[in-house]
């Protein structure tokens, strides 16, 4: 279960403590879609000290289907993977490939990438495919609506059926003792059914909670308010998951508010791009490709403990870039990787401390020397208690 560690103002420091080990929180996870992060065996992941990794059931469930992953021994004896796994229920899939998907009380008909097939992931067969899938945090299946749509209708609606499909899960869930299962506050952008769907998931009881729907495109201020509105209601001895969160301006931010665990896919995309996350050269983002670095014989982040920082040089990996960028990719989101786990390992360091906003502080004015920070950072990091300007 989960043990609050410490708090700094907002900012909280915990662990999870799972079937295959703790995980130390506020921590990012590495989105390993079919049980693997792109590009990366095991080995690296382990190397880079990562407590827990996502996984996703829509793609596992199509192959190779929960059966064989159970046969096999679950995903961690699958995968090579020692630690922790979650698996994310399909519902984003419901924006994802939204153009095969219709949404109905049943569940999601997709039809499958795989063979064309016509699949319903009901919240049933989701739990169900969890279950065999092995991973030691579930997730409910929930409606997805992205929050850039305009039918008020279509959110209330969803909002609904949300607490009506995690009462089937609860149902369908045949090994609680051994996953936990999280519940995702969905509503949109509206503080109503932000609110209704949130005393509803809370009454349940159950281990965690999600904030869900949003990172999809909505504006910058309505995204920490409805995070802040969350994290204000959520049980405070539960963990909170902001799902689809990576850039690291927004991780920071919801740490602030009171976050405890993320995942996005953007730190490996991010390196298949070939750009690398930095800290010490505004602003935040070194493009490999770019002339500069040609003649420069500096690692990435010399301070970077990681496999690419040791052993590469920026214009080796420029001139690489051009001839194998799959390696490159390879290198960078072994980078990037390491980039966000030490990120939000500092954060924690600061809360144990005491001294958050001064991280806070220290990172923004790295990677804005002018002073010009974002509007919408400063006001929600304000609301914390914390002033950039």
Not at 34 to 42: D, E, I, N, R, S
Not at 298 to 320: F, K, M
Not at 356 to 376: E, M
Request: hydrophobic content about 40%.
């Amino acid at each position: 279960m989960f043990t609050l560690q410490a708090t700094d103002g907002s900012a909280r420091a915990g662990v999870l403590h799972l079937r295959h080990g703790t995980t130390r929180t506020p921590v990012f996870m590495p989105v390993g879609t079919q049980a693997t992060v792109k590009g990366l065996t095991p080995d690296q992941l382990l190397d880079l000290d990562l407590d827990i990794i996502l996984g996703n059931t829509f793609h596992l469930g199509l192959r190779p289907g929960g059966e064989v992953l159970s046969a096999l021994g679950g995903v961690h004896t699958f995968a090579h993977w020692p630690r922790n796994v979650l698996t994310d229920s399909g519902g984003f899939q419901m924006v994802s490939l939204l153009r095969l998907a219709t949404v109905s009380e049943a569940g999601v008909h997709f039809q499958s990438p795989v063979d064309g097939s016509q699949v319903l992931l009901t919240p049933e067969l989701s739990i169900q495919l969890q279950n065999q899938i092995g991973a030691d945090i579930i997730m409910a299946l929930d409606d997805v609506v992205p929050t850039t749509a305009s039918n008020v209708e279509r959110f209330r609606e969803a909002a609904a059926r949300t607490v009506r499909w995690l009462d089937r899960c609860i149902g369908a869930h045949a090994r609680p003792s051994e996953q936990l299962l999280f519940a995702i506050v969905q509503g949109g952008l509206s503080p109503e059914l932000r609110r209704y769907c949130l005393r509803e998931l809370v009454a349940r009881e159950l281990p965690g909670y999600a904030i869900g729907g949003l990172a999809g495109g909505e504006e910058k201020d309505k995204f920490w308010q409805v995070v802040q509105l969350c994290t204000r209601e959520l049980p405070h001895d539960k963990p909170r998951y902001c799902m689809g969160v990576g850039y690291p301006e927004d991780l920071l931010v919801c740490v602030a508010l009171g976050v405890d665990m993320f995942d996005c896919v953007y730190p490996a995309r991010t390196a298949r791009f070939g750009s690398a996350l930095v800290d010490a050269e505004a602003p935040g983002m070194l493009k490999i490709k770019s002339a500069a670095m040609f003649k420069d014989s500096r690692p990435i982040e010399p301070q970077c403990p990681c496999e690419c920082c040791r052993h590469y040089s920026r214009a080796y990996l420029h001139v690489l870039v051009n001839r194998d960028p799959a390696v490159v990719g390879h290198l960078l989101t072994v980078h990037n990787i390491s980039y966000l786990t030490r990120f939000m390992r500092g954060a924690r360091e600061a809360i144990f401390k005491n001294t958050f906003a001064d991280y806070v502080h220290k990172w923004f004015a790295r990677r804005y020397p002018s002073g010009a920070y974002p509007n919408w950072v400063c006001d929600a990091l304000a609301c914390c208690g914390i002033r950039l300007t």
